[in-house]
């Protein structure tokens, strides 16, 4: 939070940065700080996935169970017309219908050039 401390020190977050460069105890508590940052938005994150969270159990699925098969994958199929289809798999439906308003979008100004 190098904002936070330049403004209390009241210097520019840039002369922080520039200190830490020249003084590995500065730049040690930066990582020390960012680190126990970390530590703590894992520890909400791990709550929200025992809570059956979703968002939080897609996201680690994604993520860390990616070498399990849990990801997202398009499949281009660029035809010989030059035209390109765009298949998504494994995405939830409300993400699915948000892509497939926004290829009708596109696709309908392309039929209507200069509108």
Same mark, same amino acid.
């Given at each position: 939070?190098?904002?936070? #401390?330049? @403004?209390?020190?009241?210097?520019?977050?840039?002369?922080?940065?520039?200190?830490?460069?020249?003084?590995?105890?500065?730049?040690?508590?930066?990582?020390?700080?960012?680190? /126990?940052?970390?530590?703590? +938005?894992?520890? /909400?994150? $791990?709550?929200?996935?025992?809570?059956?969270?979703?968002? #939080?159990?897609?996201?680690?699925?994604?993520?860390?169970? /990616?070498?399990?098969?849990?990801?997202?994958?398009? &499949? &281009?199929?660029?035809?010989?017309?030059? @035209?390109?289809?765009? $298949?998504?798999?494994?995405?939830?439906?409300? +993400?699915?219908? #948000?892509?497939? @308003? +926004?290829?009708?979008?596109?696709?309908?100004?392309? #039929?209507?050039?200069?509108?």
């Amino acid at each position: 939070m190098v904002y936070v #401390a330049a @403004e209390r020190l009241g210097c520019a977050p840039v002369t922080i940065y520039k200190r830490a460069k020249i003084s590995k105890a500065v730049q040690d508590e930066i990582d020390k700080q960012r680190g /126990k940052m970390v530590d703590i +938005a894992e520890l /909400k994150f $791990y709550q929200a996935i025992q809570n059956g969270e979703p968002w #939080a159990i897609a996201m680690m699925l994604k993520t860390v169970g /990616k070498g399990r098969g849990y990801v997202e994958k398009q &499949i &281009i199929d660029n035809q010989v017309s030059g @035209e390109m289809t765009v $298949y998504h798999a494994n995405l939830d439906p409300d +993400a699915r219908a #948000a892509i497939e @308003e +926004a290829e009708r979008i596109i696709a309908d100004r392309a #039929a209507s050039p200069g509108v």
